[in-house]
């Protein structure tokens, strides 16, 4: 296992999905972390689980989108820890669904508040603590949804193509800090986010495993794998990458009409995914 001990962490969106998974895995792997979610129950619950561990873990309720919030849960870690070595910006919600006409600019920009403007101030406000400790690694959920077009995903797949850009663009102002910083591009994998629009779990399973040529279900594990990696010193070479973690969805033609499929089921429609937690 790739090595955190005596790192501090601080995971977004920490709650459910893939947040839980890492926030676990981080904490195992000897981190103390700092969890950060709106779901206030469910992110203590996890805390506790990361506390099991030997390790320290401490929740505080945060809206990514708000300056004021990511001001305050970097200084949480840094005046719980004494520190901060990694930032795991993975807060999302799947926002605005529908055709591009039908789609609000409330809903858009909610959209992008979360998933682009949220990675934009996880960014800024871990720079300083990381540059007095010596260096650091932030990682970003981005999606392949932000390297292929998705009909019906506008906001999402705009969002998730600026988290992209911008990890490039911000490794190269921080490479001298010894500042990593890198991003993770999920295909479908099995979180709330993801199932609870739909009618239950197993049926989004059925669905996930038939999404990609490797024909089983993405998990929240596999992509906290790969955030492990990316925050360890395992990577310590590596900056402004997007790890692409999807089972080969991306890789060529096998699975475009699966996903051109399932892209023509949401061009009719308009609708709002907000966080996992309010789905039903």
């Given at each position: 296992?790739?090595e ?20 676990i ?10 969890l ?5 129950a ?16 401490v ?34 919600i ?27 101030l ?46 490039r ?24 986010i ?87």
């Amino acid at each position: 296992m790739h090595e955190l001990k005596g790192k501090v962490a601080i995971i977004t969106g920490a709650a459910s999905g893939i947040g839980r998974a890492a926030s676990i895995l981080f904490a195992e792997a000897g981190a103390n972390v700092v969890l950060a979610d709106l779901n206030e129950a469910a992110g203590k619950e996890v805390a506790e689980l990361c506390s099991r561990t030997g390790n320290k873990a401490v929740f505080q309720r945060t809206d990514v989108s708000q300056e004021e919030d990511i001001v305050a849960l970097v200084a949480c870690a840094t005046q719980t820890f004494g520190r901060l070595d990694v930032m795991f910006n993975n807060a999302g919600i799947g926002g605005a669904v529908g055709s591009l006409e039908q789609i609000t600019v409330e809903d858009w920009d909610r959209t992008q508040h979360v998933c682009l403007r949220g990675v934009f101030l996880g960014i800024k406000h871990s720079v300083a603590p990381m540059r007095a400790v010596g260096g650091g690694s932030i990682i970003s959920t981005a999606s392949v949804a932000g390297i292929d077009g998705y009909n019906g995903l506008h906001a999402y797949c705009a969002a998730k193509a600026g988290v992209v850009n911008l990890t490039r663009s911000a490794s190269l102002e921080f490479a001298a800090d010894l500042i990593r910083v890198n991003c993770i591009a999920p295909g479908g994998i099995s979180t709330p986010i993801v199932y609870g629009g739909l009618a239950n779990k197993d049926t989004a399973e059925a669905m996930l495993a038939k999404a990609q040529p490797l024909p089983r279900v993405g998990q929240p594990e596999d992509i906290a794998r790969a955030a492990l990696f990316l925050a360890s010193d395992a990577s310590s070479f590596i900056t402004g990458h997007t790890l692409v973690v999807d089972g080969g969805a991306t890789a060529g033609a096998i699975a475009t009409a699966r996903r051109a499929d399932r892209a023509r089921s949401f061009s009719g429609q308009r609708a709002f995914a907000g966080p996992s937690f309010e789905l039903g």
